[in-house]
């Protein structure tokens, strides 16, 4: 079946970096584009980045426009969200996902499959 597991979660302090990675599994990687989504307590989940299938094309949310970078390794099934300067609002459960499509296409995600979640929490 299919698995997304992410990794790399923990508690920093603001203007810190961390790096997220998400392993799949029992899916053709290439057939998706590939998000971060995040859920604060208290708050909907909502998205953070996106990758097409290629790695040629990325999309961020304007609250982290900067200071996060998505990238993707297809030979490995990664999938790994840098984040740098990170602030006390960034604090959230961390989710990635399989989008159905191939491409960005802004506004319009369709995650198809999620991880389980890794939490990071940024103090001040």
């Known amino acids: 079946q299919v698995q997304l597991v992410e990794s790399g979660g923990g508690l920093v302090q603001a203007g810190d970096s961390l790096r997220l990675s998400c392993a799949a599994s029992g899916l053709t990687f290439t057939r998706y584009a590939m998000d971060w989504f995040r859920q604060a307590p208290g708050k909907e989940r909502e998205f953070v980045a996106a990758?097409?299938?290629?790695?040629?094309?990325?999309y961020y949310a304007d609250s982290v426009k900067g200071r996060f970078t998505i990238t993707r390794d297809n030979a490995k099934n990664t999938v790994s969200l840098q984040m740098n300067s990170l602030k006390p609002e960034d604090t959230a459960v961390y989710y990635c996902a399989a989008d159905r499509n191939r491409n960005v296409v802004p506004s319009a995600w369709i995650p198809e499959f999620w991880g389980q979640g890794t939490q990071v929490t940024v103090s001040s």
């Open positions: 990758i097409s299938w290629s790695g040629g094309s990325t």
